[in-house]
């Protein structure tokens, strides 16, 4: 087994876990059904930095809207009875099977994103968290720019991610629906720059909403559980 594949695996088992230990269920064992997860927090608990308004369409209509289409491709096919991170990896970069794999991602990345943050959250980490950002960045305020720039940055529509790649942390962005469990890394955090994250509360100002997230709601507690596991 190469070292790419080996970490393709290993990073799946660790995507589970982090569905498990938020408190999600990805797969009902009784009828093979994928279920929309609950939200760590009410509907209004962001505000005024994330609008309830934005939360119950991009909850409501976006992410549940992934889980309908990814169950509809999925009954009576060999991935109705699997793991959310394992139809990920079994369906990336198959073009008959791209639909799939982009309600898949995307379900998996918006119930990643909810757990990302919460109220009271943002600032400065603690603990060994901030250790690690310290090491691998160099001070916690050259992480947040190059974070910052990652999430500004992406054309168009995808995600801003911290990840650990072997022991190393590091920043990268994906498009549109693209993921890190689908290339072998285990994230730790991760901002939506898709425009209906954002645009009710923002509009344009995406730098805005991107410096709101870090100042105010992320979840460094989840992080540091992310990055223990």
């Not at 400065?124 to 974070?147: H, L, M, Q, T, W």
């Not at 805005?208 to 992320?218: C, R």
Request: hydrophobic content about 40%; some cysteine; aromatic content about 12%.
């Amino acid at each position: 087994m190469d070292r790419r594949k080996f970490l393709k695996l290993s990073a799946g088992a660790g995507a589970l876990a982090l569905f498990q230990m938020a408190g999600v269920s990805c797969i009902n064992p009784g009828d093979g059904t994928i279920k929309l997860p609950s939200l760590p927090y009410k509907a209004d608990a962001l505000e005024p930095y994330i609008s309830e308004k934005t939360i119950r369409f991009h909850y409501g209509k976006h992410h549940s809207g992934y889980v309908k289409k990814l169950n509809r491709m999925i009954k009576g096919t060999a991935y109705a009875d699997q793991a959310i991170e394992a139809i990920i990896q079994k369906t990336y970069g198959i073009a008959d099977e791209t639909g799939i794999f982009n309600n898949a991602a995307q379900v998996f990345n918006h119930t990643f994103y909810w757990n990302s943050m919460k109220p009271g959250g943002g600032g400065v980490p603690a603990g060994i968290i901030a250790e690690k950002i310290k090491a691998d960045f160099g001070s916690y305020d050259a992480f947040k720019k190059a974070f910052a720039s990652a999430a500004l940055s992406q054309f168009g529509s995808g995600w801003a991610w911290l990840v650990k790649d072997d022991d190393a942390l590091k920043i990268i962005k994906t498009a549109n629906a693209d993921t890190p469990v689908a290339q072998g890394l285990t994230p730790i955090l991760t901002i939506d720059v898709w425009e209906h994250a954002y645009y009710l509360d923002y509009q344009n100002l995406r730098a805005d909403y991107i410096n709101a997230y870090l100042e105010h709601l992320v979840n460094w507690e989840f992080a540091e559980t992310n990055l223990a596991g």
